[in-house]
């Protein structure tokens, strides 16, 4: 029998490769004209562009590993940086988040934290690092009540930990889970070098994996419908047995994996289950083109005290394009669209003063819903994959897992859910 998958962003994509990998039938059906949901490609002015600057890093295992499958090489799609980030600060000197020098990891990154923020940041660091057993093993706090407890400074709290948590959590710091942000420090700066490595895309978001992933689907004879939404999920006798499409199709199937945002899957759901729809959050990427030769000088600066949060080089793909990135909520949702540009472009200049005062043109991408808040108490209400409603499956970036809304966390959620729907045919064929 044909499972049905609904939602063809990166986790419907992961969920569907592995069961097609094992030789399942699938059909995926995607409400939108393109799969890849809120890692898409967006055309601008002839340019192609991503819906989102997106950060990528070498912890990101299972995502290079799904790229690999369908046939992406991740040598051929990104340039691999070792970690070198300048977070600026109007009140502070420039704090480096660094692994350059001739000291091996993590040595490296000590010595250029004491260089930029003296030898006290360290052994901060050090206290926060010791306390993440004693975090695990409690019940959650905000990131804010932990940095508070291992009496984090002042300055690092607002020029490396609040950058950290919005970039990686897209939430405040004073409602942001600690478990969820021990555990991607862990995995990205606690282990070695590598991990840590900034992957910078030299293509597309959609063509690194949603493209890619939907020629494999295909190639190995699996379905996939676009512009088909689902309307409802169809249970008989306590059991799924398929979907109706806002066209009035009725796709029948006894095995249906949701791979839609909280939101839809929310909607989808009202009849048939609690769903804990958690809060959302948004990102704004402002795309400033600026003349062909103009360069940031690192691929990625963070700026903290200011409305802008991290200036990305994506010369690699449209040369003298930055791309800036504001997370989570704040003053600039009140900026009409002109005068964000306006304002950013300032603040690039105020701190690059060789860019121009104007770039050439500017772009912005407000996604509303971009990440679930990845609160202690959202965190906390993460619904399983396997649900009590025979047949209904459960995957994207909120599904329960250690990861906040990120590639690597969807990708892992797919890959998990397609195993367990596999287990569950082979106990229920013996
Ligand atoms: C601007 C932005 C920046 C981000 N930055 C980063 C970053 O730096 N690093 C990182 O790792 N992550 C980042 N993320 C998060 C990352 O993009 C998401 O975690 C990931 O894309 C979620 O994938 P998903 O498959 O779980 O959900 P989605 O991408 O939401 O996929 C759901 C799919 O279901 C489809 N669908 C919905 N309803 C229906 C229906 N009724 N019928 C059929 N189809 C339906 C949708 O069209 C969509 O394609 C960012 C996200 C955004 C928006």
């Known amino acids: 029998m044909t499972t049905l998958v609904i939602g063809g962003g990166w986790s419907g994509l992961a969920t569907t490769v592995s069961l097609i990998k094992q030789g399942h039938a699938v059909h995926l059906v995607e409400s939108a004209t393109q799969v890849g949901g809120r890692a898409r490609n967006v055309t601008w002015q002839g340019k192609m562009v991503d819906n989102g600057q997106h950060i990528m890093i070498g912890a990101y295992d299972h995502m290079l590993a799904m790229m690999q499958l369908v046939g992406v090489s991740p040598d051929d799609a990104f340039d691999r940086l070792p970690i070198d980030i300048s977070i600026h600060n109007p009140h502070y000197s420039t704090l480096h988040l660094s692994g350059q020098s001739r000291l091996p990891w993590p040595w490296s990154l000590a ?3 004491v260089r930029s923020a003296g030898l006290n940041s360290l052994k901060s660091l050090v206290t926060l690092q010791k306390d993440i057993p004693r975090l695990l093993a409690e019940d959650d706090v905000t990131v804010l009540a932990w940095l508070e407890r291992a009496n984090q400074p002042k300055r690092l709290i607002e020029q490396l930990w609040e950058p950290l948590c919005l970039a ?6 004073n409602k942001a889970s600690a478990q969820v ?9 606690g282990r070695d070098e590598p991990t840590a490595d900034l992957l910078i895309p030299k293509i597309p978001l959609g063509t690194l994996f949603p493209q890619a992933a939907a020629d494999y689907i295909q190639q190995q004879g699996g379905k996939i419908s676009k512009q088909t939404r689902i309307a409802e999920v169809v249970v008989e006798e306590g059991q799924i047995s398929g979907a109706i499409t806002t066209r009035g199709d009725f796709i029948e199937s006894e ?3 949701l791979a839609t945002g909280p939101d839809q899957t929310a909607q989808l759901l009202t009849a048939h289950l609690r769903f804990p729809k958690p809060s959302q959050t948004p990102i704004t990427t402002v795309y400033l083109q600026y003349p ?19 200036l990305f080089d994506r010369s690699q793909q449209h040369p003298g394009l930055i791309a800036v990135v504001i997370s989570s909520d704040g003053p600039h949702e009140k900026l009409s669209k002109d005068a964000l540009v306006e304002h950013v472009c ?3 200049h105020q701190l690059l003063p060789d860019f121009p005062e104007k770039a050439e043109e500017g772009f912005v991408i407000r996604e509303r819903r971009a990440t679930f808040e990845c609160t202690v108490e959202n965190h906390r209400q993460r619904p399983a994959c396997k649900t009590s409603l025979p047949g209904l499956w459960l995957t994207g970036d909120y599904i329960e897992n250690d990861y906040p809304a990120t590639l690597e966390g969807a990708i892992r959620n797919g890959e998990h859910c397609a195993q367990l729907l596999l287990s569950h045919l082979t106990s229920t064929e013996l």
């Open 346 to 348: 300032n603040e690039v």
């Open 255 to 257: 095995n249906i994996i």
């Open 181 to 189: 942000l021990a555990i991607v420090l862990s995995d990205s700066l």
């Open 292 to 310: 062909s030769h103009t360069r940031l000088p690192n691929p990625l600066l963070g700026l903290t005290g200011m409305m802008s949060h991290w």
């Open 168 to 173: 990686t959590l897209n939430t405040q710091v």
């Open 111 to 113: 010595w250029n934290l």
